[in-house]
Each structure stands twice: as C-alpha cells, then as structure tokens.
C-alpha cells in the first residue's frame, strides 16, 4: 500500500520553460514533506521541504505547493535548466518510534531539453 | 566534509554468498539510515539506528538481513545468503538530531548490488 504516490514516471519539459512535479499522499498524519533530486550513480540530495501549516515554500527557482485539503503537493521548477534532468523523489514525513522517519514515493524522471 | 562514504560502489556476487556493504556517516551525525532502492518498490527503509542502537527494523525483508552499528563512525549491512532478488542499489544516510525532519538526510552514493 503506497502511502506515497509520483503517478507521472516522467516528464519532459523544454528548457526556460516550468516543470510541474506532483505527488499524492494517502496519511493525513504526515507533518512535514519533502523533495530530494538524485542525478544517476549518486544518492539523493535533499532539494525543499513543506511544513503541514504552510501551504507554500520558495526557494529560488525551486516552489512546492501543499494541498492538504486535496492531500497533494508539487514541485515547480521555474525556468527549467537542462541541469534540473534527474529524478525527483516526494517524501513525506511522520512521528513513528520518536523520530520523524519519511516515506518515499517512486520518483519521477524530469528531462529538460535544450 | 567528505559525505557519507559507501563501500564498495559495485558488488557482484554468486547466489549464496555472504555480502557486507559499508558506511561511514557524516561526523557527529546521531541517526544512521540504511535503504535500498529498486524499480519496483522505490527507496525502502530497511532500518535506522540512532546513537548507534538500532530502532527500527522492520523493514529488514528477511534474517538473511542483518545490519550493525559497532560504533558512532561505521555501520555495516549483511545480506547471508545471497540472493537475485537482493540484487538493488544500496543507500546509507545519516543526519544531525531531528533535523532531517525539515532538512532531510545526507545520503551516500549507494551501493549497487548484483547477484548472479
């Protein structure tokens, strides 16, 4: 049962263009989601991070968007760069055994074409 | 800072044998994370430690999983026997207190794991 769901395997977007990341989340007890990218042969980075009483955060071109009423959000890339290409993972995070541990979703492989 | 550090990058290995993977976290991190990644299931938690205890395993698929964490600079996962199915890219992170909360964990460059 996927409490974290990329339904869009891949994107394609034109670079200068915006990319549109969406992910849907089943748990109304998650707190606080996140985006990491992952380039091929290396482990993700950690890219933004949404808490659950926000529903908007910016960071340079990077916005992710929180619908909590709809349980989704996004990640905007605005422009796009052919550097943005790599996967995105959406994760969502909640307290279990006194940590915050996240749950991932699949990915989603964004390409940028020059 | 040189990052999580993950030995070895590449592991091919026979059905049956017994695999060791590595990881050193960043210095002064608490919490150690190991997950393995396929196209199927996606990034899985298999199990964390924090101040070298394990908390939670029960992502570990099976007892032929086992992983330590003999001190707060090392961690090793063991897969004995072997098997195809193990066959995923391995990732180890690790983070500073509860801050991967909003900031996320360092992870390593992973492992991949083939087994023939």
């Known amino acids: 049962d996927q409490q974290v769901k990329q339904n869009s395997p891949s994107l394609s977007v034109q670079e200068g263009r915006i990319s549109i990341l969406n992910c849907d989340y089943t748990?109304?007890?998650?707190?606080?989601f996140l985006w990491y990218k992952k380039y091929p042969a290396e482990g993700p980075t950690f890219l933004i991070s949404i808490s659950s009483i926000k529903d908007k955060n910016e960071d340079g071109r990077f916005t992710v968007f929180l619908n909590k009423s709809a349980k989704h959000l996004s990640l905007h890339i605005v422009p796009s760069q052919p550097g943005d290409s790599a996967v995105y993972f959406c994760a969502a995070s909640r307290l279990s055994g006194g940590s915050y541990i996240p749950t991932f979703g699949r990915g989603t492989s964004l390409i940028v074409h020059p | 800072d040189a990052g999580v550090i993950q030995s070895p990058r590449h592991e091919v290995t026979e059905m049956g044998q017994e695999v060791t993977l590595r990881c050193k976290p960043i210095?002064?991190?608490?919490?150690l994370f190991w997950y393995r990644q396929t196209m199927m299931r996606g990034l899985e938690l298999l199990i964390y430690f924090n101040n070298n205890v394990p908390i939670d395993d029960s992502g570990m698929p099976e007892d032929r999983f086992s992983a330590k964490m003999p001190n707060a600079s090392f961690s090793t996962l063991k897969i004995q026997p072997s098997e195809p199915r193990d066959s995923a890219v391995y990732f180890c992170?690790?983070?500073?207190?509860?801050?991967?909360?909003?900031?996320?964990?360092?992870f390593g460059s992973g492992t991949r794991l083939t087994v023939v």
């Open positions: 210095s002064g991190h608490d919490y």
């Open positions: 748990n109304s007890m998650f707190d606080y």
């Open positions: 992170a690790s983070s500073l207190g509860g801050q991967h909360r909003a900031r996320g964990y360092t």
